[in-house]
């Protein structure tokens, strides 16, 4: 069955939309994913992100193995129609794997990227008793 507000966006053709996760308050790019039609069927059912993992060909519901999840406040589609943005509150105050707030840590300076955010909690306590994310 067919979902009008589904059919709206534009997929690309591997059935994706690229997706930012902004924080709410801060309007600070946290990260950059993906969600086909079953991630953000799922993210607007649950009020939680979830993404699709092109490299695991699963979905991602973020925070699964964190512990960080991100909470959906709102949904957002560009004018053209083919990126969505989620204003989030991020819990734990980490989004990144690299346990960072924001995937966007690295600044381009000078010819060179330099690290423009420390480390919030170290990776291996992270994930420690969990997998990846």
């Known amino acids: 069955m067919a979902v009008a507000w589904l059919d709206e966006i534009k997929w690309t053709g591997d059935g994706l939309v690229p997706v930012i996760a902004q924080e709410t308050g801060t309007g600070k790019v946290l990260m950059f994913a993906w969600m086909n039609r079953d991630s953000l069927t799922e993210t607007v059912a649950s009020g939680k992100a979830v993404y699709w993992s092109r490299s695991r060909q699963k979905?991602?519901?973020?925070?699964?193995?964190?512990?960080?999840?991100?909470?959906?406040?709102?949904?957002?589609?560009?004018c053209d129609e083919d990126v969505i943005l989620l204003e989030i509150e991020q819990l734990g105050g980490i989004a990144c794997h690299t346990?960072?707030?924001?995937?966007?840590?690295?600044?381009?300076?000078q010819g060179q990227w330099q690290e423009a955010e420390g480390v919030v909690k170290d990776p291996a306590v992270i994930y420690a008793h969990r997998g990846k994310e």
């Open 59 to 78: 979905l991602w519901r973020k925070g699964e193995e964190s512990g960080h999840e991100q909470i959906v406040k709102e949904i957002y589609l560009d």
């Open 99 to 109: 346990g960072r707030r924001s995937c966007f840590y690295r600044r381009f300076v």
